[in-house]
């Protein structure tokens, strides 16, 4: 009986291993019509040429050298709110390559679930050198950056408080179902433990 089961408990734990270990991270890059993996709140981003002459000395320059991308995304009207929706499910927010455009300042970064109710905040001061920014943002569907009010342009003539945005590393969220089979394997490793002592014992 002992052999029996433990030969079932090992296929359900590989296959529940292998379901957590599949939650692996993604790094997005923005292109011409930015990414195929999130809308983003209508005419909010302007995706950017870094190769243009106009972000010379920016944060776009920057970001996109740090990244090694062809297009960065960058806040299109400043008072409103550019807010990231990703395209197919729940996800953790990992990190951001940030830098302030045309100069430097504080940006919130906001994470939201699926009923758009805010689950974290993080404040982050950007200068127009790229940083990236790790977070621990946990189970959003979305997740929005706000301009600060202490701007300081560096970029001579700069008026704008626009930021840049380069890449976005994320990682899956596990279906509870991939929990529950692990959680499954682990009692089925505990009883078949408990009865080879108990048969040890008689």
Known sequence: MNKRLSQ???PVLLFAFAGVAQAQQTIINFGEL?????????NYV???DPNL???????????ATATGNDWVAVARYEPLLPTFFYATAAFNLDFLWLAGAWGNQTLTIKGYDANAGELYSKDVYV???AARVDFDFVNITSFSITIGNDFVPTVPGATGKAWAL??????PVPEPETY????????????VARRRQ???RS
């Open 127 to 129: 200068t127009t050198a």
């Open 34 to 42: 930015g990414s195929s993996f999130f809308t983003t709140t209508p």
């Open 46 to 48: 302007l995706y950017a």
């Open 180 to 191: 529950a089979m692990l959680l499954a394997g682990l009692g089925l490793i505990g009883a």
């Open 166 to 171: 380069g890449s976005v590393a994320i990682s």
């Open 53 to 63: 002459p106009a972000y010379d000395g920016g944060g776009v320059k920057s970001v």
């Open 8 to 10: 079932f408990v090992l």
């Open 198 to 200: 108990k048969a040890l």
